[in-house]
T-cell receptor
Framework: GAVVSQHPSRVICKSGTSVKIECRSL??????MFWYRQFPKQSLMLMAT?????????EQGVEKDKFLINHASLTLSTLTVTSAHPEDSSFYIC????????????FGAGTRLSVL | AQSVAQPEDQVNVAEGNPLTVKCTYS??????LFWYVQYPNRGLQFLLK??????LVKGSYGFEAEFNKSQTSFHLKKPSALVSDSALYFC?????????????FGTGTRLLVSP
């Protein structure tokens, strides 16, 4: 199947700093990318959806100024957690949907964010 | 709204025995259903999907799922479980009523296969 690369896999930062997470589709063009957050022993919560070149659509309750999403190209999306706080500590997972196989979403390996 | 339910938080099975992980769905219209598996500290891996066609769908790693319209179910099955199958399994439905047709996930079922 298609490969989605997410980087970094783990990041530890101080409270008040910003963290950028990258998500790349390695062997396909991702027309749509998704960002999820997963709490321990819970399901995935969709944070936002983005199409290449357009603004992200955020789910209700997700602060767009705190979680900045950029989908600059058909192979790259970034999530920036701005002014991170300990409550932002979580597992963040990106996902991409290919234009040709639009029925399947491929997932990155996730990023474990720990804010001290 | 489209939704899926996974009634079991955990399923325990002995290696070599058949396994079933349950999923029921609630959708308006035809369902697009998926199963994903997640290993610890990893993203989700696609196992299989049902869009249309045969009710029995075969997927990766020997898994299959049966679409049952009358029971609104899409249970994941495998004839003979392996210890390496131990992981978290998510059922999902694609919400065709939203612009991006996002995936809606169940709460997940942890599968534990004992040696």
């Amino acid at each position: 199947g298609a490969v989605v690369s997410q980087h970094p896999s783990r990041v530890i930062c101080k409270s008040g700093t910003s963290v950028k997470i990258e998500c790349r589709s390695l062997d396909f063009q991702a027309t749509t990318m998704f960002w999820y957050r997963q709490f321990p022993k819970q399901s995935l919560m969709l944070m936002a959806t983005s199409n290449e070149g357009s603004k992200a659509t955020y789910e209700q309750g997700v602060e767009k100024d705190k979680f900045l999403i950029n989908h600059a190209s058909l192979t790259l999306s970034t999530l920036t957690v701005t002014s991170a706080h300990p409550e932002d500590s979580s597992f963040y997972i990106c996902s991409a949907r290919e234009a040709r196989q639009a029925n399947i979403q491929y997932f990155g390996a996730g990023t474990r964010l720990s804010v001290l | 709204a489209q939704s899926v339910a996974q009634p079991e938080d955990q399923v325990n099975v002995a290696e070599g025995n058949p396994l079933t992980v349950k999923c029921t769905y609630s959708v308006s219209g035809n369902p697009y259903l998926f199963w994903y598996v997640q290993y610890p500290n990893r993203g989700l891996q696609f196992l299989l999907k049902y869009i249309t066609g045969d009710n029995l769908v075969k997927g990766s790693y020997g898994f299959e799922a049966e679409f049952n319209k009358s029971q609104t179910s899409f249970h994941l099955k495998k004839p003979s479980a392996l210890v390496s199958d131990s992981a978290l399994y998510f059922c999902a439905v694609r919400d065709l009523n939203t612009g991006f047709q996002k995936l809606v996930f169940g709460t997940g079922t942890r599968l534990l296969v004992s040696p």
